[in-house]
């Protein structure tokens, strides 16, 4: 091999080995933001509401911390084939439930997703959700410089604080 060309050859490597650990570490950088991300969304008292046979539709609370200003742009689960981030208010006597793009979550405030308010709903079940059980979701948040990020959560089956038996709320006959 002729010397131009084993130093063509060995400048090659010092240059691939070089952007090679620059993307390590580029890497391990976006790995951290990453795991940092995730940390800054905390999420308690996640359950949802039973439903009864023949029922496609059910309902899904949670608390939302967030430290950061972050928005909440997509929800999947283990027990639906569609979420949809619903509000519902009453306005003049009458509920009205509207699908949300997006939730968004202001740092440092607690958001509640609770029966009458703010609410995940679950459309086509794949079967009815039974008291005890456990529904696993995939939330999707998206920060204000658009980078996403995903946090698993697991949620109880349970009957809402005040009901008893097979009073399972508003949503039964719900339909879009």
């Not at 949802?48 to 909440?72: C, D, H, W």
């Not at 742009?73 to 949300?100: F, P």
């Not at 990020?149 to 006959?173: M, S």
Request: charged share 20%; glycine share 6%; proline share 3%.
């Amino acid at each position: 091999m002729s010397h131009s060309l084993f130093k063509y050859c060995f400048h090659a490597l010092i240059l691939t080995l070089t952007i090679g650990a620059t993307f390590a570490q580029t890497k391990d950088a976006s790995t951290q933001n990453s795991i940092a991300e995730k940390n800054s969304v905390s999420v308690e008292n996640a359950w949802v509401r039973p439903t009864n046979a023949g029922q496609e539709v059910g309902a899904a609370y949670m608390t939302f911390i967030s430290k950061k200003n972050v928005n909440l742009v997509h929800v999947e689960s283990d027990v639906t084939k569609s979420v949809e981030i619903h509000s519902m208010v009453m306005q003049n006597g009458v509920m009205k439930m509207r699908m949300l793009e997006k939730l968004p979550l202001t740092a440092g405030k607690p958001y509640q997703l609770a029966p009458g308010g703010f609410h995940l709903m679950l459309f086509d079940l794949k079967k009815p959700l039974t008291e005890g059980e456990q529904v696993n979701f995939t939330l999707t948040f998206k920060l204000q410089n658009n980078i996403e990020f995903k946090q698993q959560v697991k949620a109880v089956v349970k009957v809402a604080d005040g009901e008893t038996g097979n009073n399972h709320g508003t949503h039964e006959h719900h339909h879009h």
